[in-house]
């Protein structure tokens, strides 16, 4: 029971927070992935339903069940259909089978969340064993305690283990300016209550040396975010340069003439078998 609700409440917990984004699955194809021909956005292929991305013969089959479970005349309509016209079985899918899909929806998206707990968990364990030791004890005990636990600690190291999956320099540089940061404000607070001139001097050096180091670091992470933007604008500029080219290619006179008949052609195909008169 214990088990159960700790990851009931771990999964609200990080739904309510969309801790770690999600790729963009909307990004618009390249140039040079649509130069092939200027009527491409005539005949581009439709924009499929999100759920297409997963729909597997597994998938297919499991929602099949649910519908024939609710209808099952409508059910075989269906594998009729699959046979004869893919396309629009997976539409007609897409109505009838609504409840099915939102159910495997459902849990994709906490299998995805789940692996993403288990990671960060897995993460701190290495990174900061004490605090995940901490974490574990009071799991099965407190799941309520565990979320609220786990919570502030996805504040305090979040960012430094998204960091750590998209770029692990980047990563190892904010944890250990974390851990300079975490020893600078130690140390402040020794320095206030020691008495002893030299045992505050030798605080005060190893603060130097922290503030030195600390430095270093901020100026490698702009570095890194300089080295980012950097491949971003040479990705931009290669994009640049293909639609460049695209428009200078299609600007020609004579291929012009030949899109535009063979384009005529195209769209006029079989009329004249129909006895289609121009004239």
Same mark, same amino acid.
């Given at each position: 029971?214990?088990?159960?609700?700790?990851?009931?409440?771990?999964?609200?917990?990080?739904?309510?927070?969309?801790?770690?984004?999600?790729?963009?699955?909307?990004?618009?194809?390249?140039?040079?992935?649509?130069?092939?021909?200027?009527?491409?956005?005539?005949?581009?292929?439709?924009?499929?339903?999100?759920?297409?991305?997963?729909?597997?013969?597994?998938?297919?089959?499991?929602?099949?069940?649910?519908?024939?479970?609710?209808?099952?005349?409508?059910?075989?309509?269906?594998?009729?259909?699959?046979?004869?016209?893919?396309?629009?079985?997976?539409?007609?899918?897409?109505?009838?089978?609504?409840?099915?899909?939102?159910?495997?929806?459902?849990?994709?998206?906490?299998?995805?969340?789940?692996?993403?707990?288990?990671?960060?968990?897995?993460?701190?364990?290495?990174?900061?064993?004490?605090?995940?030791? !901490? *974490?574990?004890? =009071?799991?099965?005990? $407190?799941?309520? @305690?565990?979320? +609220?636990?786990? &919570?502030? %600690?996805?504040?305090?190291?979040?960012?430094?283990?998204?960091?750590?999956?998209?770029?692990? !320099? *980047?990563?190892? =540089?904010?944890?250990? $300016?974390?851990? @300079?940061?975490? +020893?600078?404000? &130690?140390? %402040?607070?020794?320095?206030?209550?020691?008495?002893?001139?030299?045992?505050?001097?030798?605080?005060?050096?190893?603060?130097?040396?922290?503030?030195?180091?600390?430095?270093?670091?901020?100026?490698?992470?702009?570095?890194?975010?300089?080295?980012?933007?950097?491949?971003?604008?040479?990705?931009?500029?290669?994009?640049?340069?293909?639609?460049?080219?695209?428009?200078?290619?299609?600007?020609?006179?004579?291929?012009?003439?030949?899109?535009?008949?063979?384009?005529?052609?195209?769209?006029?195909?079989?009329?004249?078998?129909?006895?289609?008169?121009?004239?």
């Amino acid at each position: 029971m214990h088990t159960h609700r700790t990851a009931l409440l771990i999964g609200v917990f990080l739904l309510a927070g969309s801790l770690w984004p999600v790729a963009n699955a909307n990004a618009q194809p390249a140039p040079s992935e649509r130069a092939g021909d200027i009527w491409d956005e005539d005949t581009a292929s439709p924009t499929y339903p999100w759920w297409y991305r997963w729909l597997s013969d597994e998938m297919v089959d499991r929602i099949m069940k649910g519908i024939a479970q609710r209808d099952p005349a409508k059910a075989r309509e269906l594998a009729e259909l699959r046979k004869k016209d893919p396309e629009q079985f997976k539409t007609e899918l897409g109505w009838h089978g609504r409840k099915e899909i939102e159910e495997i929806s459902r849990e994709r998206f906490e299998a995805r969340r789940q692996r993403r707990h288990d990671d960060f968990v897995e993460w701190l364990k290495t990174n900061y064993p004490q605090d995940e030791a !901490e *974490l574990a004890k =009071v799991r099965e005990k $407190d799941p309520q @305690l565990y979320v +609220r636990n786990l &919570e502030h %600690l996805l504040e305090r190291y979040g960012r430094i283990f998204e960091a750590y999956s998209a770029n692990p !320099e *980047l990563g190892d =540089v904010l944890k250990e $300016d974390y851990d @300079l940061r975490k +020893r600078r404000d &130690e140390i %402040l607070q020794q320095m206030r209550r020691e008495r002893s001139g030299a045992r505050r001097h030798a605080l005060g050096t190893e603060l130097q040396d922290i503030v030195a180091r600390r430095y270093d670091l901020i100026v490698r992470r702009k570095e890194i975010a300089y080295e980012q933007l950097q491949k971003k604008l040479e990705e931009i500029q290669r994009l640049i340069e293909e639609s460049k080219s695209e428009i200078v290619k299609w600007q020609d006179a004579e291929l012009k003439r030949e899109n535009v008949r063979k384009r005529i052609e195209a769209l006029t195909e079989g009329m004249n078998r129909r006895g289609f008169k121009w004239d």
